[in-house]
């Protein structure tokens, strides 16, 4: 079945560093959404992209959507020790409803 | 809007005792899903049910787990003939509708001694 592959496992920067984590399919997505999971914590929702080449902003963190449809990638400018945690990419599975997961970056930021 | 609630938050049981688990979504949402999450790995779908109809089980997931979802509203996932395998968090999470952000719980972490 279809599955989405992320880049890097591990990430660990510099504070102030910028930090960037890819996923990637071999089919098309409808639609990617990406989470956030503090240590300790559970994943939370951070945006969900739905049209070829589109990019959403969220302060320092920007999200791409391939023109294809078949990769994603955010970008966090200047880390900050706040931003430690696993980032998950997740679609749906073409016609199934189910999200499935990627296995996630986990990014440290020394200070 | 209290969140997605999960209880217990952490249960240890020997092997081979049954287990079950609860979560209560957000009120209004009518999609419930139940995932499992092992260290260092992202979640991995179980089930999901569209208000009481289960709509999707994993092919991974064995028979001895099920879940339940009666009336739409709570959901429960019991795991039968507990084995060291199964220990992990199983994490809930509801949505409003199809396609939409999932909210998870805090999820039960499972320790099968």
């Known amino acids: 079945g279809q599955q989405v592959m992320q880049i890097p496992q591990y990430q660990h920067v510099q504070e102030g560093e910028d930090f960037t984590t890819y996923c990637n399919s071999s089919t098309t997505l409808s639609n990617i959404q990406w989470y956030k999971q503090r240590p300790g914590g559970h994943p939370v929702f951070l945006i969900q992209l739905v049209k070829s080449g589109e990019v959403k902003k969220q302060k320092r963190l920007t999200f791409q959507f391939g023109e294809a449809k078949k990769n994603s990638s955010l970008h966090i400018t200047a880390t900050q020790t706040t931003d430690v945690g696993t980032y998950f990419c997740?679609?749906?599975?073409?016609?199934?409803?189910?999200?499935?997961f990627g296995k996630g970056t986990k990014l440290t930021v020394n200070p | 809007d209290t969140g997605v609630s999960q209880n217990p938050r952490h249960k240890i049981t020997k092997r081979g005792q049954n287990v079950t688990f609860r979560c209560d979504p957000i009120s209004e949402h009518n999609r419930l899903y139940w995932y499992r999450q092992t260290l260092g790995q992202g979640p991995e779908f179980l089930t999901y049910?569209?208000?009481?109809?289960?709509?999707?089980k994993s092919r991974l997931l064995s028979d001895r787990f099920s879940a339940e979802r009666p009336k739409g509203s709570f959901s429960t996932l019991e795991i039968q003939r507990t084995e060291q395998g199964d220990s992990a968090m199983y994490l809930c999470?509801?949505?409003?509708?199809?396609?939409?952000?999932?909210?998870f719980g805090s999820g039960t972490q499972l320790s099968v001694l």
């Open positions: 049910f569209q208000n009481e109809a289960q709509l999707e």
């Open positions: 999470a509801s949505s409003l509708q199809i396609n939409e952000k999932l909210f």
């Open positions: 997740a679609s749906d599975q073409g016609g199934s409803e189910k999200l499935v």
